[in-house]
């Protein structure tokens, strides 16, 4: 599968997907370089905290196995993008971040 620089890909793990721009490929090494943009949690599916999209944009980029990244439909991101915008509260950065070193454990952890 061809990732193109700058594209909008994801990655999945149970009941949470991690949405970023892919910034380099790094084929030799078989990983991925991402810049966060947002992370959605299925609340149906955890039945948990009413948090469902996490602004992740001003957060820290990741590297990433590239087995896991596949590339966002435009239909998903566009709705992620939406919900992100209808927020009026600003970022909580440091819950963001929360989120996302919990994502990553979860998902490096299995």
């Given at each position: 599968m ?7 890909v ?15 490929t790094m ?7 991402l ?11 955890t039945?948990?905290?009413?948090v ?5 944009r001003?957060?820290p ?14 239909t998903e991101?566009?709705y ?7 927020t ?14 919990q994502?990553?454990q ?5």
């Amino acid at each position: 599968m061809h990732l193109a620089t700058y594209q909008v890909v994801f990655i999945r793990h149970k009941e949470a997907c991690l949405y970023g721009e892919l910034i380099q490929t790094m084929a030799d090494r078989h990983t991925c370089w991402l810049r966060p943009l947002a992370l959605y949690l299925d609340v149906e599916e955890t039945g948990t905290a009413p948090v469902s999209v996490v602004d992740l944009r001003n957060g820290p980029d990741v590297i990433c196995p590239s087995e896991l990244v596949q590339p966002a439909l435009d239909t998903e991101w566009l709705y992620l993008l939406g919900k992100m915008g209808d927020t009026k509260e600003p970022c909580n950065y440091a819950q963001a971040n929360q989120h996302l070193r919990q994502f990553l454990q979860m998902l490096f952890s299995n």
